[in-house]
T-cell receptor, first 111, second 117 residues
Framework: QKEVEQDPGPLSVPEGAIVSLNCTYS??????FMWYRQYSRKGPELLMYTYSSGNKEDGRFTAQVDKSSKYISLFIRDSQPSDSATYLCAMSHTGGFKTIFGAGTRLFVKA | SAVISQKPSRDICQRGTSLTIQCQVD?????MFWYRQQPGQSLTLIAT?????????ESGFVIDKFPISRPNLTFSTLTVSNMSPEDSSIYLC??????????????FGEGSRLTVL
């Protein structure tokens, strides 16, 4: 079993839709949860960062962490064609530095 | 933020040869990380490079295949040695976000896309 599971998609939605991206994980020691966005032929860029459980909102983006279910989500409101990218979840813990990434979900937002 | 420059951005290489990828950061950082991103797969950490010490390699990666140099606090190189088609991948250099210690907040370079024929 992989430590982090993420549906690779692709996920195709119309412009303006609400997008939900999800990851599950198996290691209960994870405390830091990140979402990275990666455009084609570019390196990943940090989009959202959350410590422990709870929600975090930044503009059209909301990150949720449910540690009891080992489940994290990224919601994108009013999706735009410019949101078309691969979204990677990532997580780490303080027991020893190593960030574990999901495989990434490819998102296409159609105008 | 940190600006990370990687060279080359892409290359096509012959089987059995070696290629060195350079990573330059615009600020001094303690740790630099090298990742591999294969098509359809998650980013995999190859090794962590600290200035002045040997790099720490993850399971499945060895120094003979992926030698790393870290001559100062802003620069590192990764060499992919004796390449085979299985080494075709994107190689990414990354550093921790300023002020972030062991939290997983990373900045990445644009990547070096390597194709081995």
């Amino acid at each position: 079993q992989k430590e982090v599971e993420q549906d690779p998609g692709p996920l195709s939605v119309p412009e303006g839709a609400i997008v939900s991206l999800n990851c599950t994980y198996s290691n209960s020691a994870f405390q830091y949860f990140m979402w990275y966005r990666q455009y084609s032929r570019k390196g990943p860029e940090l989009l959202m960062y959350t410590y422990s459980s709870g929600n975090k909102e930044d503009g059209r983006f909301t990150a949720q962490v449910d540690k009891s279910s080992k489940y994290i989500s990224l919601f994108i409101r009013d999706s735009q064609p410019s949101d078309s990218a691969t979204y990677l979840c990532a997580m780490s813990h303080t027991g020893g530095f190593k960030t574990i990434f999901g495989a990434g979900t490819r998102l296409f937002v159609k105008a | 933020s940190a600006v990370i420059s990687q060279k080359p951005s892409r290359d096509i290489c012959q089987r059995g040869t070696s290629l060195t990828i350079q990573c330059q950061v615009d600020s001094q950082v303690t740790m630099m990380f090298w990742y591999r991103q294969q098509p359809g797969q998650s980013l995999t950490l190859i090794a962590t490079a600290n200035q002045g010490s040997e790099a720490t390699y993850e399971s499945g990666f060895v120094i003979d295949k992926f030698p790393i140099s870290r001559p100062n606090l802003t620069f590192s190189t990764l060499t992919v040695s004796n390449m085979s088609p299985e080494d075709s991948s994107i190689y990414l250099c990354s550093v921790e976000a300023p002020g972030a210690v062991n939290t997983g907040e990373l900045f990445f370079g644009e990547g070096s896309r390597l194709t081995v024929l």
